[in-house]
């Protein structure tokens, strides 16, 4: 209870103090909405089946429009307005930069004669890439994004080291476009090698020696802007250093091949390339080439799209391939390379009942599986011998364990909810791990408690959630609390370490991640659970776990807010739609909110695998136009207090999803509730977004958040 109370009045607000020297702030309770923004409507009506279904707010697809352009600041205008009254707005944003300000640094990686490492002072924009020569103690800088542009929102997109290291080309993402441009360096003195090569998109860099490198990309557009328009067709091409990008050699993806989604890398000692190519988001062919023979052609290993798989290393001829054919949950097989089909395939680590990933590090495997959404991690020889569970400090997520096979050492990487990621040096003879960079957060993990749930969803499946707030916290239903999901593509949540939660957990909140179907938390069957005609289970499950946080008395409904981003931005569309009277707050992040159009834009057309698409059948029709967001908001109903966010320069999910939704949800939306929608400029769908701009984001949604709940925020 607050022992003291200072009658000071600032933006309508009071100021409480307490006895502790701490300040507690109080929500505005006479906020100003403006009007929303004028939003002209046309006669667009499409016929999907006998069906007609309008689409007034087509006009909004056009990203490139004077209108569109026009509309958005607009709407920028109001939440911005809306906004700046919240009256501990400038105070979380200010809590959220002494957060985030500590020094960040990377696993190091050896490239030749030197060892590189990313590293982050706190809060500058991009991180810096570093190096260091063996035997002598100062780094110097080697790549600094910071000076990629002014504002901090051109980024570092991808590396990739030549393998004797000479040699290193670079990806930049300008404004957060997936389109990328490439720079070549010599890594020794820096000097630039050849032209920039442009229009690269959804593309590694495979070296091959030091003669040049593979990579994929789409023709640009013909219709429609670059960042909207449809782009069909992946190709794989090889650059020749030296030489125009104009006459690079096309290897895969011609008009024998159109894949939509084309991806190579070569085996470590560079004998074979690898080639991926895939027409939707999961199942892949696969393909090899050895290169050690003159004129080998490329070798086709599975040729249909069911299954996942890819080739991690080799021994000489024998390929050790990644894949769930079979296997469900992953199992790691070895074929020869002169005939490599799957039914000459044999296991050398087999399925199990969970979730298998896995990495090379020095001569050894690492299987990597998820227990119930947490990291076991097994170490085994390259004969599949089983040698040891690597001892992790708690239950969370391990990531790395990836090494050159001459490498004696390799890093990884353990977080949780609660424990803020840590790199480990481990040595893979004896197994010991030792701590190699703690971050000093402001956070004391020890205050804090981080436990798993299971709940019933509406089908009686049993889903997993994990729960975060202050220990000895009251469930009193009164809990200010974030419920985060996903759902999909096979995507695994597992936990992490996120600066901007502090927030929340620090004023008594609780942070609940469930995880839903359609994820990879349990493999292909979990997966395809929640995909096409089955996506409902999905929004079914997130709506389970907020109903489970109210039974439990860790929140109300006066007190649950619900995000999520891309496709847990179509969760929290469709859950908002499907059951608005059930959440005080939404955030719908970037989302795939049009269902009946999604497939007409950029790479949208590969997550067919997921949605289905309304073209295909009426059936899938029915079902997408039922759940579809854009669709589904109905006159006259009043929806949570709604914060949209998407940006301009998204070209995964565009903007026009997002934008259709906020204009139509603010046509039919009845009550007070704000529901507004935040574009950021110069943006995209979410990588290298700088510092700056990620906390300015993140302080508005805890603002908007704590004011639409009339909870206070005490410094």
């Known amino acids: 209870m607050l022992k003291t109370y200072v009658g000071l009045l600032l933006l309508g607000a009071t100021i409480t ?32 089946f006998g069906k007609e279904v309008a689409d007034p707010y087509r006009w909004l697809e056009n990203d490139t429009a004077a209108d569109t352009k026009a509309w958005v600041a607009a709407e920028n205008k109001v939440t911005n307005d809306y906004l700046s009254q919240i009256p501990f707005r400038d105070a979380m944003k200010e809590r959220l930069e002494k957060l985030w300000n500590y020094e960040k640094v990377s696993a190091p990686f050896k490239e030749g ?13 991009q991180s810096v890439l570093y190096r260091e020569k063996e035997g002598k103690d100062d780094g110097e800088v ?30 930049i993402s300008e404004g957060g476009s997936d389109w990328r441009k490439v720079i070549v360096l010599k890594a020794e003195d820096k000097s630039v090698v050849g032209d920039t090569l442009v229009d690269i998109k959804f593309s590694g860099l495979a070296w091959k020696g030091n003669e040049g490198f593979y990579y994929s990309s789409y023709d640009k557009p013909k219709d429609g802007s670059a960042l909207s328009g449809l782009t069909q067709y992946h190709k794989l091409y090889f650059h020749k250093l030296g030489t125009s990008q104009t006459e690079d050699k096309l290897i895969f993806g011609d008009a024998a091949t159109p894949r939509r989604y084309v991806g190579a890398y070569l085996t470590e000692d560079e004998r074979f390339l690898v080639i991926s190519a895939a027409n939707t988001t999961s199942g892949n062919e696969l393909y090899v080439q050895d290169l050690t023979k003159a004129d080998a052609k490329i070798v086709q290993v599975v040729d249909n799209f069911d299954k996942d798989h890819s080739v991690l290393d080799n021994d000489g001829e024998k390929l050790f391939i990644y894949t769930n054919f079979e296997a469900p949950n992953y199992r790691l097989v070895t074929a020869d390379s002169n005939n490599p089909k799957p039914e ?19 001569d050894k495997l690492f299987a990597n599986y998820l227990k119930d959404a947490t990291s076991l991690v097994k170490q085994f020889d390259r004969n599949g011998n089983e040698e040891r569970t690597i001892e992790l400090p708690g239950v969370g997520t391990a990531n790395g364990f990836s090494a050159k096979k001459t490498e004696k050492e390799l890093y990884y990487s353990f977080t949780s909810y609660i424990y803020p990621a840590t790199i480990f040096k481990y040595d893979i003879a004896s197994g010991t791990s030792d701590v190699y960079k703690k971050p000093d957060v402001q956070f004391n993990p020890d205050d804090y ?16 959630m994990i729960i975060t707030h202050k220990k000895g916290i009251v469930l009193d239903s009164g809990n200010p609390t974030m419920l985060y999901g ?38 292909e069957e979990w997966h395809t659970a929640g995909t096409k005609l089955q996506k409902q289970n999905v929004f079914d499950d997130f709506i389970a776990a907020a109903e489970y946080l109210i039974e439990e008395n860790y929140t109300s409904k006066d007190n649950l807010a619900i995000s999520g981003g891309s496709n847990g931005g179509l969760l929290v569309g469709a859950a908002m739609t499907q059951q608005p009277e059930l959440f005080k707050v939404a955030f719908p992040a970037v989302g795939v909110l049009d269902m009946l159009r999604y497939h007409k834009f950029t790479a949208g057309a590969g997550w067919a695998f997921d949605y289905g698409t309304a073209d295909e059948s009426g059936e899938m029709f029915s079902y997408l136009y039922q759940y579809s967001p854009y669709h589904a908001l109905k006159e006259g109903t009043e929806y949570p207090a709604t914060m949209v966010t998407t940006a301009d320069h998204d070209d995964r999910v565009v903007p026009a999803h997002s934008f259709k939704f906020a204009a139509r949800l603010q046509e039919y939306h009845k009550g007070e509730n704000p529901v507004l929608i935040r574009v950021e400029t110069k943006a995209g769908h979410g990588a290298g977004k700088p510092t700056a701009m990620i906390i300015q984001e993140q302080a508005d949604k805890w603002a908007f958040m704590f004011q639409n709940m009339n909870h206070s925020y005490t410094e």
């Open 486 to 523: 996903y759902g999909g593509f096979n995507v695994s949540l597992t936990p992490s370490f996120n600066v901007s939660t502090v927030l929340l957990l620090e004023q008594g909140g609780v942070y609940a991640v469930a995880n839903l179907r359609g994820g990879g938390e349990y493999g």
């Open 344 to 362: 000459t395939w044999e296991d050398l680590i087999p399925e199990t009942e969970d979730v298998m990933s896995i990495n090379i590090g020095g």
């Open 449 to 464: 408690e981080s436990k798993q749930v299971f709940y019933t969803s509406k089908d009686g499946t049993k889903i997993p």
């Open 113 to 125: 004669a030197y060892t590189y490492y990313f590293k982050n002072d706190g809060l500058q924009n």
């Open 17 to 48: 103090a307490c006895n502790n020297n701490q300040k507690t702030i109080e929500p505005k309770d006479d906020m100003k909405l403006e009007p929303y923004p004028e939003t002209k409507k046309e006669e667009v009506v499409d016929n999907y």
């Open 142 to 171: 080697f790549l600094d994004p910071n000076k990629f542009s002014s504002d901090g929102t051109t980024s570092l997109a991808g590396i990739n080291f030549s393998k004797d290291g000479s040699l290193v080309a670079y990806q």
